[in-house]
C-alpha cells in the first residue's frame, strides 16, 4: 500500500542543481520521518540526508552538507531535496524511504519502505 515515487533526475552539468521529489501515498505521512540515499554502481547504498516527521530536524552526510537541503510539505505529501553545487561524485541513484520511529536517521536499517529510485549524473 504505501508507494513513493521519486522525480527530479537528470543529467547536469558539475556546479549545476538539481531538485528531487518525492511523493508519498498509503500512511499518514505528517508521523513519520523520511529520508533520502543514494547508490552508485559498485558502491553500498549510502545516506544522504533525513529529517523528522514535522521538519524540525534535519540531518546531512558530511559529503553533502552545505550543498543540499532536505525539506517537507505534510500538506503534499512530499518530501524535496535541494542540490546545489553539484560534483561529479554525487552521480547515483537516489532513493526516499520511510524511517521507522525511533530508528537511527543514518542507518539504512531504520528505513522500511523505499522508492524506485531516480538516476542523478553530474558530469564533469
Known amino acids: 500500500q504505501v508507494q513513493l515515487v521519486e522525480s527530479g533526475g537528470g543529467l547536469v552539468q558539475a556546479g549545476g542543481s538539481l531538485r528531487l521529489s518525492c511523493a508519498a501515498s498509503?500512511?499518514?505521512?505528517?508521523?513519520?520521518?523520511m529520508g533520502w540515499f543514494r547508490q552508485a554502481p559498485g558502491k553500498e547504498r549510502e545516506f544522504v540526508s533525513g529529517?523528522?516527521?514535522?521538519?524540525?530536524?534535519?540531518y546531512y552526510a558530511d559529503s553533502v552538507k552545505g550543498r543540499f537541503t532536505i525539506s517537507r510539505d505534510n500538506a503534499k505529501n512530499t518530501v524535496d531535496l535541494q542540490m546545489n553545487n553539484l560534483k561529479p561524485d554525487d552521480t547515483a541513484v537516489y532513493y526516499c524511504?520511510?524511517?521507522?520511529?525511533?530508528?537511527?536517521?543514518?542507518?539504512?536499517?531504520?528505513?522500511?519502505?523505499w522508492g524506485q529510485g531516480t538516476q542523478v549524473t553530474v558530469s564533469s
Open positions: 498509503g500512511l499518514i505521512f505528517r508521523s513519520y520521518a
Open positions: 524511504a520511510v524511517r521507522l520511529w525511533h530508528g537511527d536517521p543514518y542507518t539504512s536499517g531504520s528505513y522500511v519502505h
Open positions: 529529517i523528522s516527521a514535522s521538519g524540525g530536524s534535519t
